[in-house]
C-alpha cells in the first residue's frame, strides 16, 4: 500500500495550519513527521487518519480518493500517546476488540491475538488489566491491537513520549524491528530528533504549517536544506562567510554564496590544532562521556567542537587554529 498526499491544506480560524503539503508513503516505509510543537505534524496525522477534514487537497491510497471515507472505514491502526487502551478490559480483550466488533468468530479472534501478544512479547500478561501494567507494556498493548486488524497503514502519535528514558530506547528498537517484519507503512509523529533518526527510512522536517525537508536522516543531518533544518537537527554552528575567510579560508573552496547564506558546519567535523598564535581561545570543556564537547572563542562567536575524550589534548585558555574543510559546509540561508 502507498499513501500520496496532495497540496493539503488545513485552516482554523485566521491560523494556517498547513499549506502546500505533498508527501508519498511508500509500501513498506517507516516515515517520521518532525518538528517542534505546533508546527501542524499532529494535525496532518489527524487528517490522514480521517478524525480531521482537510480543507483543500487529496489524499490517495494506492490510487483511491479518501475523501468522504470515516475514520472507522479506511483500515489504518492508530497509537496514541496515552494509549488510550480500555481500563476495564483484560489485555487480551483490548487487543481483540477491533476483531469484536468487526464480527469475527470467537475462535478467529483467541488465534490472532494470540499471534499478536507473542510478537509483541506479552503472552503472559493475556489476563491483566492495564492497570496493572508498566508503561511499555500498555504501549505494547495498543500496538498489538491497532495490528490486529491488518491494518493498510499504521499511525502513530508520539508513542514513546510519555516512557522513561532507556524504557523509550529498547521500545523504539523493538518497533523498528516489528515494522520491518510486518512490512506495513507507517507514520508516526515525533518532535525528537535522535528518534526520529533512529527509526525512519525517511525524515519529514516541518515547521509553521510547511514542510521544510524530506529526506534520510544522513540527508537532513549532513546537507540540511534550510536553517531552520540545520539548526532543528543536531547541534551545528552557523558560520558567515566573512568569518570562514578570516578564520578557515580553505572552506570556501571558491564556493558561490548569496549575501544571505551561512555555511552550517557540525561540530565533529571541526578539527582543532594547538597554536599559540591562533585566533581562538578554547573558553569551556565539558565531557559528556562518549562526547568532550569545547566552546572556542573566535572573533566575537563561539564555535562548538566535538570530539572523543581520548583525542581531545586541549586544556581551557589554549589558543588554537580552527580547520574546516569544503566539503562539511552546508551553505543556507
Known amino acids: ?109 483467541t488465534e490472532r491475538v494470540n499471534q499478536l501478544l507473542e510478537l509483541v512479547k506479552l503472552s503472559h500478561l493475556s489476563d491483566r488489566m492495564p492497570g496493572q501494567l508498566s508503561g511499555g507494556q500498555q504501549q505494547r498493548v495498543a500496538l498489538a491491537r491497532a495490528l490486529a486488524v491488518d491494518p493498510a497503514l499504521i499511525l502513530l502519535d508520539e508513542p514513546l513520549s510519555a516512557l522513561d528514558a532507556q524504557v523509550r530506547i529498547e521500545l523504539r528498537k523493538e518497533l523498528r524491528d516489528l515494522q520491518k517484519r510486518l512490512g506495513i507503512p507507517t507514520l508516526m509523529v515525533t518532535h525528537d530528533q535522535e528518534e526520529a533518526m533512529a527509526l525512519a527510512d525517511k525524515i519529514v522536517c516541518m515547521n509553521v504549517g510547511e514542510i521544510e525537508q524530506v529526506g534520510t536522516s544522513q540527508e537532513l543531518y549532513l546537507h540540511p536544506a534550510t536553517r531552520f533544518v540545520a539548526e532543528f537537527m543536531g547541534h551545528s554552528n552557523m558560520l558567515s562567510a566573512g568569518w570562514l575567510k578570516q578564520v578557515s579560508p580553505q572552506a570556501l573552496n571558491g564556493a558561490q554564496i548569496t549575501s544571505d547564506q551561512e555555511a552550517c558546519v557540525r561540530p565533529e567535523s571541526i578539527r582543532l590544532i594547538a597554536d599559540p598564535k591562533g585566533p581562538g581561545t578554547v573558553a569551556d570543556i565539558s565531557f559528556l562521556g562518549n562526547v568532550q564537547r569545547l566552546s572556542v572563542s573566535c572573533h566575537d562567536l563561539d564555535v562548538m567542537v566535538e570530539t572523543t575524550p581520548d583525542a581531545s589534548k586541549f586544556s581551557v585558555g589554549d589558543r588554537v587554529l580552527i580547520n574546516i574543510e569544503p566539503q562539511h559546509c552546508s551553505w543556507v540561508s
Open 1 to 109: 500500500m502507498s499513501l500520496r498526499i496532495s497540496n493539503i491544506r488545513k485552516q482554523f480560524g485566521d491560523y494556517v495550519a498547513l499549506q502546500n503539503i505533498d508527501l508519498t508513503i511508500n509500501p513498506g516505509e517507516f516515515v517520521c513527521l518532525l518538528g517542534p510543537s505546533g508546527c501542524g505534524k499532529t494535525t496532518l496525522l489527524r487528517i490522514i487518519a480521517g478524525l480531521l477534514s482537510a480543507d483543500e487537497g487529496t489524499l490517495e491510497l494506492d490510487g483511491k480518493d479518501l475523501a468522504g471515507i470515516p475514520a472507522r472505514d479506511r483500515g489504518f491502526g492508530i497509537v496514541f500517546q496515552s494509549y488510550s487502551l480500555f481500563p476495564y478490559m483484560t489485555v487480551a480483550e483490548n487487543v481483540g476488540y477491533g476483531l469484536r466488533i468487526r464480527g469475527h468468530s470467537k475462535g478467529q479472534i
